[in-house]
């Protein structure tokens, strides 16, 4: 049975709460974190910067936030001190409040965020994960708190749609964790979870937590774009994949406006099954989603767009299924990631066999389809695909036994790394 090692016991989470709390004491200042260049060039004129120096400014500003993460205008050597000052007055870097980091047996850690409510209503609680494997890290970031869509078999899809992130905090979920690892050059690792070997550890970042980020394109471009931005986070777009339920007009966007890389939550191979279980099929039904992919900007042998598929017992993991697959696919540039369905409470699915997600595999494969099984990571915490639920909606107690029931019964077969 695999075991949560939470770290949010009464010490850790002391820990972790005194150390953000001071950084989120609620003060006027903009926070410069998700200004793209020109924004943060200009709020640098705001406050008085002579316009013939702001772009060097904002420059050498990009490189301490995003290259160095610092946090701290102070550190800042090669600004002047009476700027320095001066930013300080105006601005922070202050990270969001993490209030609970959870590690899992596998390595695996789920962060939980609370973000300010921007506007009605109350503080919203988001979710990252990250995937550490042997020859990447993998940061599952979400765009969304809750999700419009009611994807049948997603614990997302029971919380409805609080609000869109902004594109600081989409953000912020890879800058924190990139503290916390000890990513950034000279710094070092923050609280005693499991941290990879290796220069960089965050390597890869996916859009597949919560939410659907082409319902948030512009804060997921934005945010998406500074991270890649090389004289910053400086990820590689080959190595950043967004990932949609198939809104189709925000695909061809996606390729022309970010250049990263596409999965394709597919799921099933008929419209009747995928009306039911990814309902936004009755907008943009499977034959409208297939001709989005195969115009993807971009889109290449070497550029394959990735369709998710859950595998859910007795109802979409026949052998006619995968032939169906196939046959859909036909001529356009894919790989298939079969995901075994990771339970979460209340969910009315089952995970089909090990067996029979082999023999769906080799299928698809001796079809001419990489079709890796991927790994469940971090269903101890339930940080595994589709599991992220925010504690905005907190486990109800009977929920509780029915995850730690389940704990018993889950086998660690395991999602989110190809096997
Ligand atoms: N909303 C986007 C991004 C979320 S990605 C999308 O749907 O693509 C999360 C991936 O995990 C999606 O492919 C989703 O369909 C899948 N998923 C959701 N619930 C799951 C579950 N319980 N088990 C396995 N995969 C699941
Ligand atoms: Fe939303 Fe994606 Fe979950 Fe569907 S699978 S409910 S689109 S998060």
Redesign the pocket.
Known sequence: MPLSIDLTDSHTRAEVQAKTRAATTPDDKTNLIGLDRDELRAALIDVGVPEKQARMRASQLWQWIYWFGHQDFSAMSNVAKPLRNLLDEKFTLARPELIEEQCSEDGTRKWLFRFPPRGAGKPVEVETVYIPESDRGTL?IS?QVG?T?T?T?????TQKLVRNLTAEEILMQLIVARDRLGDFPDKIAEGSGFVPEGDRKVTNI????????LYNFENVKKALLIASDNEGLSLSKRRITL????VVPGIERTGNEIGCML???L?ATNNELRDEI?PINKKYPIEQLLDACRNYPGVSNARRITF?Y?MLKGINDSLNDAKELVRLLKGIPAKINL??????PG?N?E?SDWEQIEKFSDFVNANGYASPIRK?RGRDILA????LKSESERLRKNERDALNAMHAMVTGHG?ESDT
């Open positions: 599952c765009s999700c869509l994807c078999f997603c614990h997302t899809g996916v859009m597949m937590g919560m939410g659907e980020p990932s949609t339920s198939g999965a394709i939550s799921h990814v998710e859950v995901i075994p369905f990771n339970p979460w969910s699915y995970c469940p595994a695909c589709g599991q999602a």
